[in-house]
């Protein structure tokens, strides 16, 4: 493998003091060839925050045993191809702690959730964004983003995207090191939807799409040929709006989306290897704009987000196949999307005999520190400035990405720009210190101010 040995260095697991991030495990996977009463927003956001705690203050039990037991689970971390497809792109939710299944639609609806294109209330939306990514890493990685949202009529749109993922330059070296070549991995999809009102306050919608992940461009490694790694996969999403809601006496819009994303084959970049899952994703929010007068409204949402992929189980240690706890990960992507939601093995002990307990509770516990939490506030005046914070909490065994985040937009005629920045709560944090831009324009506001002009 010493021919990979810079993509190695550049994209392999950071693990220090038990943090483990995941942001590029391609090469990785490569190398292995309702109503609007007050009430609801509070039980809302309670059930999150408790969540939250519960995740941290389970985490220690995980990690710690007596003396005559020794614990062989710690870090279970889930992973999977092509996870540049989980970065949110646009910088409106990348403000609001990468939460927007719930926001009210813009130009980036496609990628947080299909289904609320059809709510759009401009006729025809376009945006685009550019990423520099893991720059406390490398100097050359980076994402853009550029997507369309087009109304038909009133009850139905569609929409298309364009993703685009630069991994910088790679030199490949053989076992000697010696320089073989020089190559910029990149990967990129290609999405397509559809969006249906089914009511006036309900709306379903349906994305197809390609996936392509070239990281090698053919350099065979060990004699063993390697290829570009290609899927499809489809989202499915659900929307509903109740623009008369209340909440504190004031009028409110309360939204609620789900979507389920990435549902598509595995991927291989080898014909030696095994296939590895795409990140099949489930999202759940919910999103509340206080409109507390004709200029001033403020936006509360929170998102939760489940991988519905296999957890790794914990194996026997003298036979390395035996699964002591867990469920075998080596399924088809349609029956992941339900084991994934029970398959995970908990706190397994091994005590001096050589046999094994799991410890009580510990699989529930580990299922909810699966489940990742973002969400956050958006002030908007006039729908011309905008001013935004989020947080988002990922449980230290399963990633720990870990951060706050701060944005700001500006409308002008027809043109908007979104700025957002990433600030890491935890140190030696690869995602610190990034930045999103956004720039959105909307062409039924140009057609109208082009009216008034006349």
């Known amino acids: 493998m ?19 991030y ?12 309702w109503t609007g009463e007050w009430w609801m927003l509070l039980l809302t956001t309670g059930w999150a925050f408790l969540l939250l705690g519960g995740m941290s203050q389970g985490a220690h039990a995980q990690l710690t045993g007596d003396d005559e037991v020794t614990q062989i689970l710690q870090l279970n971390t889930i992973t999977t191809a092509v996870p540049f497809l989980m970065i949110g792109p646009d910088s409106r939710s990348g403000a609001i702690g990468d939460a927007g299944v719930a926001l009210s639609p813009d130009a980036n609806s496609l990628h947080w959730n299909p289904g609320k294109m059809a709510f759009s209330e401009s006729e025809f939306d376009v ?38 993922f630069s991994l910088g330059n790679i030199t490949f070296t053989d076992q000697t090191g010696t320089t073989l070549r020089d190559f910029q991995p990149a990967e990129f999809s290609l999405d397509l939807g559809f969006s249906q009102k089914l009511s006036d306050r309900f709306s379903a919608g349906i994305a197809g799409r390609y996936i392509n992940s070239n990281l090698t461009g053919g350099t065979a490694t060990m004699g063993v040929n390697t290829k570009p790694g290609r899927s499809a996969a489809v989202d499915v999403g659900l929307y509903y709006t109740n623009p008369r809601a209340t909440f504190g006496g004031k009028r409110a819009v309360w939204n609620w989306g789900l979507n389920i994303s990435n549902i598509g084959a595995k991927m291989s970049y080898t014909e030696a290897t095994d296939r590895d899952f795409i990140p099949a994703n489930f999202k759940l929010g919910t999103a509340i704009k206080m409109l507390l ?7 509360f ?62 699989i529930f516990k580990e299922e909810l520190r699966e489940i990742n939490l973002g969400g956050g506030i958006e002030y908007d005046y006039n729908s011309v400035f905008a001013f935004r914070a989020g947080f988002f909490n990922e449980h230290y065994t399963k990633g720990n990405r870990q951060f706050i985040t701060l944005g ?20 030696q944090n690869p995602l610190a210190n990034t930045l999103r831009f956004t720039l959105r324009l909307q062409f039924a506001d140009l057609v109208d101010t082009t009216s008034e002009n006349d």
């Not at 908007?416 to 990433?422: Q, R």
Request: proline share 4%; net charge neutral.
């Open 2 to 20: 010493a021919a990979l040995r810079n993509m190695r260095t550049k994209f392999s697991f950071i693990v220090r003091d038990r943090n483990v």
């Open 408 to 427: 700001a937009g500006i409308k002008y005629t027809v043109f908007t720009v979104d700025l957002s920045y990433l600030i890491a709560t935890r140190q």
């Open 301 to 362: 949402t929170v998102d939760a987000n489940k991988l519905l992929v296999p957890t790794n189980p914990v194996y026997d240690q003298e036979s390395g196949e035996e699964i002591v706890s867990g469920y075998d990960p080596n399924v088809g992507p349609i029956t992941a999307l339900w084991q994934s939601w029970y398959d995970a093995p908990g706190v397994v002990n091994q005590d001096g005999n050589g046999g094994y307990e799991i410890e009580a509770g510990s």
């Open 22 to 33: 995941l942001c590029f495990f391609d090469v990785c996977a490569m190398m292995k060839f």
């Open 127 to 164: 945006s685009l964004s550019y990423v520099p990514w893991l720059r406390a890493l490398v100097s050359d990685m980076n994402l853009a983003y550029l997507t369309m949202n087009r109304r038909i009529n009133k009850r139905q749109a569609w929409g298309a995207a364009l993703r685009y």
């Open 293 to 299: 007068d004709d200029f001033n409204a403020l936006t």
